[in-house]
């Protein structure tokens, strides 16, 4: 399962601002030049989930450890990536190793920071990128098609199926659409993902504003989100200059510089949630005196793989999962008295893991 988010876009559109403010590190090297990330910086930062809180209030428990998202800054592109252009090579083959897309976009003007096409235009930055990424996805299945089609011809079954996925890919691509657009059966969805396309990969939209715009966005930020609706895609607004200097501030002083600026919560924490959707994540919990724990599942897993997450020794001898929802187990203030509530369900092997579960395994030898 995937946990890894990279942070993608065009030099100088504040990729490394973002992602320094995310890891609270200086990381990243922030400057005005395109390239300045040369080799992908990776950091892993803890999903903002305020319902910990409370079940490590109600526990008693010692400690807190919220589920992690990592996030990836990704060396800037421009136009000719796709055939080796700045470095082109590198960007896409660190795309390919993570698992979604957080398209940075420039969503500002500034005379001191150059935009590395002369414009500042949003969609267009978007357009730019996501061409590049067709544009590799295309020569890389034309190249392997050749071969899949002499082995289709030798009756080999795995190349005639795969043969079959790599042309509904190119019927998309040649019309200028990413492959995601293709339709894709649930039975052919591993061997969809086996073809590693760059554009099959999930996309989400952060625009980044000047810091006057952080509370209600901007006209460069408005067609953000219009184009974000087209790809059905969720568009994140956020200003990853107050962000690195949120990061910097204690969490008293952050709360009083956000309710000055009329934000309720740093844009930070909605983009690593929107991330964390986008990945296809859900929470559950387990809470005790030693600690209260967030854990990250797929959504759709079952019980054993979800205790798998916890050990995998979890998953082969699991024989029943002790769950409460948590809702039930807050208002009836903990495990004891949601037990005695019956509200405490036993689960087996086939139950599918819902969003804020409380969990206790019970394993065999």
Known sequence: MGFKCGIVGLPNVGKSTLFNALTK?????????????????????AVPEPRLKKLADIASSAE???SRLQFVDIAGLVK?????????????????????????????EDDDITHVEGRIDPVEDYETVETELMLADLESLEKRRVNL??????????AKATLVLVDRALEQLRE???ARNAEVADDELKAWKGLQLLT???IL???NVDEESAADGNAFSAKVVDEAAKQDAKAVIISAKIESEIATLSDEEAEE???EIGLEEPGLNRLIRAGYELLGLQTYFTAGPKEARAWTVRKGALAPEAAGVIHTDFEKKFIRAETISYEDYVALGGESAAKDAGKQRIEGKDYVVQDGDVMHFRTGN
């Open 64 to 66: 807190i450890i919220p």
């Open 205 to 207: 939209f952060v625009g």
């Open 257 to 259: 510089y956000l309710s």
């Open 176 to 178: 200028g659409k990413p």
């Open 25 to 45: 590190t200086a990381a990243a090297q922030a400057a005005n030049y395109p390239f300045c990330t040369i080799e992908p910086n990776v950091g892993d930062v």
């Open 149 to 158: 089609e002499k082995k289709a011809k030798g009756q080999d079954k795995e």
């Open 80 to 108: 000719g990536a796709s055939k080796g252009e700045g470095l082109g090579n590198q960007f896409l083959a660190n795309i390919r190793e993570v698992d979604a897309v957080a398209y940075v976009l420039r969503c500002f």
């Open 200 to 202: 099959t990969k999930p």
